[in-house]
């Protein structure tokens, strides 16, 4: 499934365009139950009761939507908001705020701020680098934060990341780093 790339796209707008969209994306060999995993004895529920895209796994007699498992899991904010602050904040080269979330979507600053927070642990590598080794130093000052402290900011010669690091007066920083 192609991602949508105009801000036009109704998954962006539409729920039901979303809910899909999302379906398709996360099902694209069929329906699987997220709890129990089976592919046999998936029936989609109807009824006013359940609203539309709810499931349901005959192996293990649960219900479930697209949004289980996922990080939508126990969240009221509609889904074609998701998908829009997905796209925000991917397409955003130095971020998106909680703030503008709220503001960009219509919800909450509460909300902005949840919604933002699970799709940057989202984003977060599986496992990120472990900090060590030698850099050279690019900045240092002294008693900043607090008085008695060194503040330097070390660079990695290969991968080019700066780090900032803070340590009490007369300790190494890179010792303090891993190293």
Known sequence: MKTP????????????AARLYLQEVRWPEGVFCPKCGTLDGIKPLGGNSMGPGWFYCAACQDKFTVRVGAIFERSHIPLHKWLLAFRLMASSKKGCSAHQLHRTLGITYKSAWFLAMR???????????????????????RGLPRAGTVSSSLRDEQTGRVVSCHAKSGESVMRFAGA
Do not use: F, N, Q, T
Request: no cysteine; net charge negative; proline share 11%.
């Open 5 to 16: 790339e105009l801000l036009s796209d109704p998954v962006y707008h539409d729920e039901e």
């Open 119 to 141: 799709i940057r642990e989202a984003m977060a590598p599986a496992d990120p680098p472990i900090l060590g080794g030698e850099g050279k130093v690019v900045e240092a000052g």
